[in-house]
T-cell receptor, first 109, second 115 residues
Framework: SQQGEEDPQALSIQEGENATMNCSYK?????LQWYRQNSGRGLVHLIL?????REKHSGRLRVTLDTSKKSSSLLITASRAADTASYFC?????????FGAGTQVVVTP | NAGVTQTPKFQVLKTGQSMTLQCAQD?????MYWYRQDPGMGLRLIYY???????DKGEVPNGYNVSRLNKREFSLRLESAAPSQTSVYFC??????????????FGSGTRLTVV
């Protein structure tokens, strides 16, 4: 399965702290994407990193990709209460995304 | 606002009933997808349509059918609902070419309960 697997399953931090979550996958990919899901809502695309990229930034988000280790990480800096959500990685091969179970992040004020 | 619209938002069915979940996108995307999400799990792909006129099975297609009515619309049909199909269903679209190719836009979901 090409499904991404996130680690940890849950993360609890305080506002202002950084949150890091990891993703592993099994086969070659075209790109890897990260999504956020607020409770009861649809998924929102955060960032896409292509297989020939190693690092990408978007606002307070930093994503790394190591294709030799088949792994990626998502760093959220200076977290806010509004960052409370589930975060999913999704490896993309042949145009189809397969999602893992996600990392549930809780940011307390 | 541009995006993916799903209807209905909530639905309760009795076992054996049928229904169609509707999805429409106004971004002129070629590809559309249906996923289901069960508690504590990620999204699992049911069916997808790479372009108008084509549909293919995903990871969990049993019990479902789809229709790509035109470029905008992609519907999901449950012919005989079962309690195991109780889930939240998400439609998504993507554009496989161009600068932004690869990222998906999701609808807000349909919460389906089969009793």
């Amino acid at each position: 399965s090409q499904q991404g697997e996130e680690d940890p399953q849950a993360l609890s931090i305080q506002e202002g702290e950084n949150a890091t979550m990891n993703c592993s996958y099994k086969t070659s990919i075209n790109n890897l994407q990260w999504y956020r899901q607020n409770s009861g809502r649809g998924l929102v695309h955060l960032i896409l990193i292509r297989s020939n990229e190693r690092e990408k930034h978007s606002g307070r988000l930093r994503v790394t990709l190591d294709t030799s280790k088949k792994s990626s990480s998502l760093l959220i800096t200076a977290s806010r209460a509004a960052d409370t959500a589930s975060y999913f990685c999704a490896p993309d091969s042949w145009g189809k995304l397969q999602f893992g179970a996600g990392t549930q992040v809780v940011v307390t004020p | 606002n541009a995006g993916v619209t799903q209807t209905p938002k909530f639905q309760v069915l009795k076992t054996g009933q049928s229904m169609t979940l509707q999805c429409a996108q106004d971004m002129n995307h070629n590809s559309m997808y249906w996923y289901r999400q069960d508690p504590g799990m990620g999204l699992r792909l049911i069916y997808y349509s790479a372009s108008e006129g084509t549909t293919d099975k995903g990871e969990v297609p049993n019990g479902y059918n789809v229709s790509r009515l035109n470029k905008r619309e992609f519907s999901l049909r449950l012919e005989s609902a079962a309690p195991s199909q109780t889930s939240v269903y998400f439609c998504a679209s993507s554009e496989p070419r161009g600068i932004d190719y690869g990222s998906y836009t999701f609808g807000s979901g349909t919460r389906l309960t089969v009793v």
